[in-house]
């Protein structure tokens, strides 16, 4: 069984900064391969917001490259997202997303419960 667990998040004034983090863990043997954060405002479809690859490359989405800074330690398990100069529009639910491979499963997605992001103006 493969847990994420998220934290960080909470309610800020538009243009300051919040964090996320998401740790991943398992019973047995696991492999992490891709990790990072979609998100999902009210009324709208889950989106990426930025990814870290399973060989280090970040995918993100254009609305955040400049903004937010997606990082892994380097044991793979743990990510974490900077959000800087955050706006309204970045009001969503956060959601820690991990492709896992395990010998019983092969490569699975997992989700975590989602983490509030909320900026008033």
């Known amino acids: 069984q493969v847990h994420l667990v998220e934290s960080g998040g909470g309610l800020v004034q538009a243009g300051g900064s919040l964090s996320v983090s998401c740790v991943a863990s398992?019973?047995?043997?696991?492999?992490?391969?891709?990790m990072g954060w979609y998100r999902q405002a009210p009324g709208k479809e889950r989106e990426l917001v930025a990814i870290?690859?399973?060989?280090?490359?970040?995918n993100s989405a254009d609305s955040v490259k400049d903004r937010f800074t997606i990082s892994r330690d380097g044991g793979k398990t743990n990510v974490s997202m900077q959000m800087n100069r955050l706006n309204p529009e970045d009001t969503a639910v956060y959601y820690c997303?991990?492709?896992?491979?395990?010998?019983?499963?092969?490569?699975?997605?997992?989700w975590g419960q989602g983490t509030q992001v909320s900026v008033s103006l």
């Open positions: 997303r991990a492709n896992v491979w395990t010998p019983a499963t092969g490569s699975v997605d997992y």
């Open positions: 398992a019973g047995s043997l696991f492999v992490v391969n891709d």
């Open positions: 870290v690859t399973g060989d280090g490359r970040v």
